[in-house]
């Protein structure tokens, strides 16, 4: 399996709401990516996970919560979002160490807040 | 931290044609260089890359270039197709035990049939 899958594909909350976005790797990748993306904007850093630790926090709010249970897996919760973080949510992975550091990412979760 | 500007913001170019988009990075540090493409809704997808020990890099229609001393990189299409159009992105990132890439504002490729 060489592919990134993130569930669901399209969320819309209001600003109350709790939800988490999830996404998926097989391909023994040990680091993965969250990243944001505004419309006609390049990926923005959210967090970085290394070896299933948080190695990376790039001073985004509480509000939003990464977990990564296992090697493969990597969540999203969200909780009392704005409208203003309505964005594509896009997750990456992967190899760690020199020469394998390319990032393959998943088709994203488009999240509209209300 | 890292900067990376990239240009142009937009470029038309006829069929056939060739297609430079350039980018400078600020980082001297920074030895890993791709280029995503992301088409209209889909997810970015790496279609080249170049580590700092190497100059060039080619595939098929696609070439990179890398001026360390300059900090720029360069990416090349030549013969453009129409399913070329898409925006470009580069990104610079340096050693880490995981890569934080850091990306350009972007390019709107489109290719005129």
């Known amino acids: 399996d060489t592919e990134v899958t993130q569930t669901p594909k399209h969320l819309v909350m209001g600003m109350t709401n709790k939800k988490s976005l999830k996404c998926e790797q097989h391909?023994?990748?040990?680091?993965m990516y969250w990243y944001k993306q505004k419309a006609k904007k390049p990926p923005e850093l959210m967090f970085v996970?290394?070896?299933?630790?948080?190695?990376i926090n790039e001073s985004v709010p509480s509000r939003f919560s990464p977990e990564c249970p296992n090697s493969s897996l990597l969540n999203l919760h969200l909780h009392a979002l704005q409208p203003e973080d309505s964005a594509l949510y896009l997750c990456?992975?992967?190899?760690?160490?020199?020469?394998?550091?390319?990032?393959?990412f998943g088709p994203g979760t488009r999240l509209l807040v209300l | 931290g890292e900067n990376v500007e990239q240009h142009p913001s937009t470029l038309s170019v006829q069929e056939g044609d060739s297609a430079v988009i350039k980018c400078t990075y600020s980082?001297?540090?920074?030895?890993?260089f791709p280029w995503y493409k992301q088409e209209l809704g889909k997810r970015p997808q790496l279609i080249i890359d170049?580590?700092?020990?190497?100059g060039e890099k080619k595939d098929q229609r696609i070439a990179v270039t890398l001026n360390k001393t300059a900090k720029h990189f360069s990416l090349h299409i030549t013969e453009t197709q129409p399913e070329d159009s898409a925006v470009y992105f580069c990104?610079?990132?340096?050693?880490?035990?995981?890569?934080?890439?850091?990306f350009g504002s972007g390019t709107q490729l489109t290719v005129l049939p």
């Open positions: 990456a992975s992967s190899q760690i160490g020199l020469g394998q550091e390319t990032q393959y």
């Open positions: 391909m023994g990748h040990r680091a």
């Open positions: 996970y290394s070896y299933e630790k948080l190695s």
């Open positions: 980082d001297s540090a920074s030895n890993y």
């Open positions: 170049i580590r700092s020990n190497v």
């Open positions: 990104a610079a990132s340096s050693s880490g035990s995981a890569r934080q890439l850091t």
